[in-house]
Each structure stands twice: as structure tokens, then as C-alpha cells.
């Protein structure tokens, strides 16, 4: 069965320096997603895209982060200058339709900021 | 703002029992309900119930939704060791952004 692939599986990066996550989404579909789950709290929307445009934006998604499909397969998030605050596993999801379909979840990348 | 609550928090039961999950939500623009289940990583889809009234049924695994009550339900019965995990509601809006609610957490012991 396809499935959401991402990399890294874990991350350790000092505070204050830029990271990319990575993820491939399943092939045919065409709306894709962010989101985080801080240890121990609710998994959280951050973002969504589609036709290469961010649709909609979570509060958290605020100037720091960046979403982009640089080619036809890979969907990434940047996080610009990391924070503490950032340590979390983020998830990517992807679907074929929106709405009518679910989302399916990648496994994950644990990031943890030093 | 949308909310997604989940009860109870944990469970512990016995291989065999039949256990009953809960989510009530008040959300906004509401366009379906989804059920997902975390062992160490991806949450993995179980249900995605749009219509009051009809039961989706996986298995061992059934939920229903409530659309006037506003909640679900997800059943496991005859539960085993291999159903011990987070078991997660959320709801989609019209935004396609899901909100999901704290998760109850399930153990199933031999």
C-alpha cells in the first residue's frame, strides 16, 4: 500500500539554526499537510498546501517556518532560526481529495533543538 | 474556536473485553470526523464517519457519529495485546485542517 514517506526519522540541531524536513507524499495525491506533536500534547494543524500555494495556516506557522514542493515528489518544512520550543515530532499527511478523503500520516521526524 | 475532547484518558482491560472510546467536538463548518490509531509513530486511519446514524465497521473495530449530540464512539471488541496504542479522534472542517483531541491511550493486557 503507498504510504507517506519522511526524512529524517530524527533530527538534532543547536538552537538557532535552520532545518529542513522532509517528506514524499503518496503519489497521486494532491493536498498536503504539516503538522506537530510536542511530547505529551496534542498533534496541532500547522499548515497546508496545494497547487504549490499554502491554503490554509495554523497560528504556529508563523515567519520562522516555510513549506515547498521543489520538485514533483518532495513536500518540505523549514524552520528557519529553531527555538527550543521547537523540539517535536512533526508529521506530514497527504490525500488525493480534499475533504472527502482522509489524511494519511507519514511516521514522523522527532526534531530536537540543543 | 474548534475543540475535540476524548474520554476517557486511559484504559486499561483484559485480552477479550470490549471497551467503548468517546469524542464530542464543537467545531465550526464541520465536514466529517476521523478516527486514527498511534502505536510508536504514524497515526493510521481507522474511520471517517460523515453521516449521523450509520455505523462503519473494520473487524473487531466500529464507530458511530452523533452529528445532533455532536460525538463518537469507536468500539474494539474482543480486545487483543496488538490493540494496545493512542487512539485518536479528530475532527475535518471546511478548511481541511484537522483538530484532534487528546487521544485515549489503551492498554490491553494478556
Known amino acids: 500500500e503507498p504510504e507517506v514517506t519522511q526524512t529524517p526519522s530524527h533530527q538534532v540541531t543547536q538552537m538557532g539554526q535552520e532545518v529542513i524536513l522532509r517528506c514524499v507524499p503518496i503519489s497521486n495525491h494532491l493536498y498536503f499537510y504539516w503538522y506537530r506533536q510536542i511530547l505529551g500534547q496534542k498533534v496541532e494543524f500547522l499548515v497546508s498546501f496545494y497547487n504549490n500555494e499554502i491554503s490554509e495556516k495554523s497560528e504556529i506557522f508563523d515567519d520562522q517556518f516555510s513549506v515547498e514542493r521543489p520538485d514533483g515528489s518532495n513536500f518540505t518544512l523549514k524552520i528557519r532560526s529553531t527555538k527550543l520550543e521547537d523540539s517535536a515530532m512533526y508529521f506530514c499527511?497527504?490525500?488525493?481529495?480534499?475533504?472527502?478523503?482522509?489524511?494519511?500520516f507519514g511516521d514522523g521526524t522527532r526534531l530536537s533543538i540543543l | 474556536e474548534d475543540k475535540v475532547v476524548q474520554s476517557p484518558l486511559s484504559l486499561v482491560v483484559h485480552e477479550g473485553d470490549t471497551v467503548t472510546l468517546n469524542c464530542s467536538y464543537e467545531?465550526?463548518?464541520?465536514?466529517?470526523l476521523l478516527w486514527y490509531k498511534q502505536e510508536k509513530k504514524a497515526p493510521t486511519f481507522l474511520f471517517m464517519l460523515t453521516s449521523s446514524g450509520i455505523e462503519k465497521k473494520s473487524g473487531r473495530l466500529s464507530s458511530i457519529l452523533d452529528k445532533k449530540e455532536l460525538f463518537s464512539i469507536l468500539n474494539i471488541t474482543a480486545t487483543q495485546t496488538g490493540d494496545s496504542a493512542v487512539y485518536l479522534c479528530?475532527?475535518?472542517?471546511?478548511?481541511?485542517?484537522?483538530?484532534f483531541g487528546g487521544g485515549t491511550r489503551l492498554m490491553v493486557k494478556p
Open positions: 467545531v465550526t463548518n464541520f465536514r466529517s
Open positions: 479528530a475532527n475535518n472542517n471546511a478548511g481541511n485542517m484537522l483538530t
Open positions: 499527511a497527504s490525500t488525493w481529495v480534499r475533504e472527502k478523503q482522509p489524511q494519511h
